[in-house]
């Protein structure tokens, strides 16, 4: 099985880890292992713990690394990193690596589900297992449906486009990919459909949804920051503004000091900083990467250090 996937960022965000040879390491989001392939090539007689939750990723990282003593690599949700960890006896970590959102071997394997390109099931499970794309649709009431595509998609026309959703349903159960897109297509204005494909935001928005992936996100910083020991660093990848403003703001309230209010004569919350950022500034992709990859358009990278 290939699991194709251009990592984005790659050296950036290695090179961002700071890696020390003999460190503990966590690629949370493994994928097809490009990140975590270059991880390993850094490490001597230190460990590369490699996670993901799509069982086509862990059997593509299995084959990859079988041979790598340095290599372990555990099936489950970057979420529950702590607890993964924890029950495998890993203490403090020195580095994580988290690449968010969907990985090109989704996006481009039509019967996964993720893309509007290809007629396939109504799926976008990342995990291969639990409520699909295509429940949502046939079973959330008009409001939820609404404030998903809102929300998630930060789609302009998300109330006709639930609307649309809703009455067609009523003719039948909508099943495809395809069959979502055309419906999306007739319920947004003939300018939308210029600008793109319509269905773009409302795909991203049920994704995000039916993958839990704001809150997985929310969960897993916290956990991994937790993990991480003195001088230990997280990295993470985003690719649309939901994602990163979630990372802006979790960076900063742990690199934030003194709460109390300026006109205080002495502080008395007590809080200090427990991290500090690497770059002040989100990294990019350069143009070079840009034209080979043209996902990488949208990529942001953040680094920050515990302290």
């Known amino acids: 099985m290939e699991f194709s996937h251009i990592s984005v960022l790659l050296k950036e965000s290695v090179e961002g880890l700071n890696i020390k040879e003999n460190g503990i390491y966590v690629d949370g989001t493994a994928g097809g292992g490009g990140h975590s ?31 790598n003593e340095n290599s372990i690599i555990i099936k489950g949700n970057y979420a529950d990193i702590k607890e993964l960890l924890q029950q495998r006896g890993v203490g403090r970590l020195d580095g994580v690596l988290l690449d968010i959102g969907v990985s090109s071997h989704q996006l481009d394997t ?20 639990g409520t699909s794309a295509k429940d949502l649709v046939n079973t959330l009431p008009y409001e939820e449906l609404r404030r998903i595509i809102s929300s998630y998609g930060e789609e302009k026309y998300a109330s006709s486009i639930a609307s649309g959703i809703v009455s067609s349903r009523e003719n039948g ?24 494909h319509p269905a773009r935001k409302t795909f991203q928005a049920l994704r995000i ?48 000091g003194c709460t109390c209010p300026k006109d205080f004569p002495i502080c008395v919350c007590g809080n200090t900083p427990k991290a500090e950022l690497i770059n002040k500034k989100p990294i990019c992709a350069n143009e070079t990467e840009i034209s080979s990859n043209p996902r990488a358009r949208s990529a942001k990278l953040r680094i920050c250090e515990k302290i």
């Open 37 to 67: 392939g270059e991880i390993l090539k850094r490490l001597t007689t230190g460990k590369l713990i490699s996670i993901d939750r799509d069982p086509d990723a862990i059997t593509v990282l299995t084959q990859k690394f079988k041979n």
């Open 110 to 129: 039509p019967e996964r589900g993720f893309s509007f390109h290809e007629d396939a099931p109504l799926d976008m499970r990342m995990s291969q297992s």
């Open 209 to 256: 949804a039916v993958n839990d992936e704001l809150g997985a996100l929310e969960r897993g910083l916290d956990g991994a920051f937790e993990m991480l020991g003195k001088g230990g660093r997280l990295a993470v990848i985003t690719f649309h503004s939901l994602e990163d403003r979630i990372v802006k703001q979790k960076m900063a309230s742990w690199c934030q």
């Open 173 to 196: 159960e909508i099943s495809t990919t395809l069959e979502l897109a055309e419906i999306i297509k007739n319920n947004v204005p003939q300018k939308v459909r210029r600008d793109g």
